[in-house]
């Protein structure tokens, strides 16, 4: 009968590899005739990817999410409910086997090189994204209102030591992250290096009438 039963993801995930949500059910195996990259990988290492794929799929059958998609998770109307059940989303693959004994012994388990490009949470899910770390860091001290949604990238671990400014505590992570903070209309903004197209282009004779402007100004205010 059409909607006698909710659907089960039960094995819903996303390889940790770049381009990976491109092609989530392939895995990457040597040893397997089957081992393939998603379409237009380069294979490199990609944490984020996995993460943001996972929410991005979780979150669009999640009516209680922001990001719900209006429509793709109707109440049957037979038993009242969802029909994806939320709360029988499986991901894969947590393993049984102890991060980080597994994967990194390899004496023990052959399949640990599978891991760096695999879908397993083991090991990622205790990171948190740049983001994220950078707005909680922000709020910490009191800054009300930054915008950190367009770094990209996962820390694996953090530690504010003692006590120092914003700025101080923010720095380590700008250098290894390439990114800038500023100020905007009021608000802190974070962007990447080379991430967006320049706002305005300066020639030199821009830069000297510019320089005349400011010695002219100066030159009144003494007066």
Avoid at 82 to 103: K, N, S
Avoid at 186 to 203: D, E, K, N, S
Wanted: glycine share 8%.
């Amino acid at each position: 009968m059409p909607q006698s039963k909710p659907i089960w993801f039960t094995e819903l995930g996303c390889p940790a590899v770049d381009k990976g949500a491109n092609e989530p059910n392939v895995f990457v195996d040597p040893k397997s005739a089957e081992s393939a990259y998603p379409y237009f990988s380069r294979g490199v290492r990609d944490d984020l990817m996995q993460r943001r794929y996972l929410k991005a799929l979780i979150d669009a059958f999640d009516p209680a999410s922001p990001h719900y998609v209006a429509g793709l998770n109707p109440v049957s109307g037979v038993y009242g409910a969802r029909m994806v059940d939320l709360a029988r989303i499986h991901v894969y693959c947590w393993d049984a086997r102890p991060y980080p004994a597994f994967p990194y012994n390899l004496d023990v388990w052959s399949d640990g090189e599978n891991w760096r490009l695999g879908h397993w949470l083991n090991g990622r899910f205790s990171v948190a994204p740049l983001a994220e770390l950078v707005g909680q860091i922000m709020m910490d001290y009191g800054v009300s209102g930054p915008d950190a949604s367009r770094l990209a990238g996962v820390v694996p671990g953090y530690v504010i030591d003692r006590l120092m400014s914003p700025r101080d505590a923010l720095q380590p992570l700008e250098l290894a992250y390439f990114f800038d903070s500023l100020e905007s209309e009021g608000r802190i903004l974070f962007r990447h290096r080379g991430a967006v197209a320049p706002v305005l282009g300066l020639t030199e004779d821009d830069l000297v009438e510019a320089l005349v402007r400011i010695v002219e100004a100066r030159k009144r205010r003494r007066r």
